[in-house]
């Protein structure tokens, strides 16, 4: 039976929650517990903090886990990365004080960073041969340059406001971050196959999100014009309806073209489009 690390609480406990339940994994986890065991799937839960997932993969306390990139190039441990699961995304950038006159990274020669971050932000300048000071400090990073503690910072930024209100400019991304699979080195060939199934549902989940499933008639006239709108997956299926000046085609889109894909449809004819949700594609 695999044991997968999750995160117990915190950002990254919804949606991994959410995609276990999308996957058949249900499991009813008590606040307090440690493991749980679930349903639907020959998996145990192991509820951890984040920080402690990495090594406990790396370990085989754990067999796989879901965690930040970010955790798992922090902590450096020897894991396989198995597959992005598409939320949870953040990146790990420096960033400095708006009246700072950066202009490119010498700026940061003998400064004051402070980060919760230290592993991936020496590996960083040393690579970019830069000698600073890296104050390790946990919690409320971007306060530090404000009270004197540092004299920028490196910590994780999603959609920048809090740098914004702290008086902060980004000026460079170092890592690009989203929850993701890991597993143990020399996971047995028994578990790898259970790793595989578990992919495999990971994967018709994650393809399908972001997908409609479209269906609308269509004047027969309109058809080659509709084949050159809908992207469609190999292309679109096309179906005879009674009356025959009419076809039925069913396309799957994305929802960032949806709109637009339904204006330019409507404009060759297309009726009756009916828009619905995608729960998984399986292929
Ligand atoms: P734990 O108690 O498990 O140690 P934590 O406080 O260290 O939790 P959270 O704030 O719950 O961590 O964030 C978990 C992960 O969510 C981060 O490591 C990162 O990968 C991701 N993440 C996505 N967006 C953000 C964001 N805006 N701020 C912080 N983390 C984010
Ligand atoms: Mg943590």
Redesign the pocket.
């Known amino acids: 039976m695999l044991r997968i690390a999750i995160?117990?609480k915190?950002?990254?406990n919804e949606k991994t929650m959410a995609l276990l339940a999308d996957a058949g994994i249900s499991a009813s986890v008590g606040s307090r517990s440690l493991i749980a065991h679930a349903k639907g799937f020959p998996v145990d839960l192991l509820l951890l903090?984040?920080?402690d997932i990495p090594q406990a993969v790396a370990m085989g306390t754990a067999d796989i886990g879901i965690v930040?990139l970010?955790?798992v190039e922090e902590k450096n441990v020897n894991v396989e990365q198995v597959m992005n699961l598409g939320f949870?995304?953040?990146r790990l950038s420096l960033a400095v004080p708006r009246e700072a006159n950066y202009k490119d990274l010498k700026w940061f020669e003998g400064k004051r960073i402070a980060t919760s971050y230290p592993g991936i932000l020496s590996r960083f300048l040393s690579q970019n041969s830069i000698n600073a000071e890296i104050h390790t400090i946990t919690g409320s990073v971007e306060i530090a340059p404000a009270i004197g503690m540092a004299d920028s910072i490196f910590d994780?930024v999603?959609s920048g406001g809090t740098l914004v209100q702290n008086g902060l400019i980004e000026v460079l991304s170092v890592l690009e971050?989203q929850a993701v699979l890991i597993a143990t080195p020399n996971i047995s060939p028994e578990k790898r196959e259970e790793l595989d199934k578990l992919c495999f549902r990971f994967r018709s989940i994650i393809e399908s999100r972001g997908m409609k499933y479209v269906l609308m008639n269509l004047p027969k006239t309109s058809l080659e014009e509709a084949l050159n709108i809908l992207p469609g997956m190999k292309s679109p299926t096309v179906l005879h309806l009674a009356d025959p000046n009419w076809l039925s085609l069913h396309a799957v889109i994305p929802e960032s073209q949806l709109w637009e894909k339904i204006e330019e449809l409507k404009g060759i004819g297309a009726e009756d489009i009916l828009v619905l949700m995608l729960e998984n594609i399986v292929k």
Do not use: P, V
Request: aromatic share 0%.
């Open positions: 995160q117990a915190g950002r990254l903090r984040d920080d930040g970010n955790e949870g995304g953040c994780i999603s971050s």
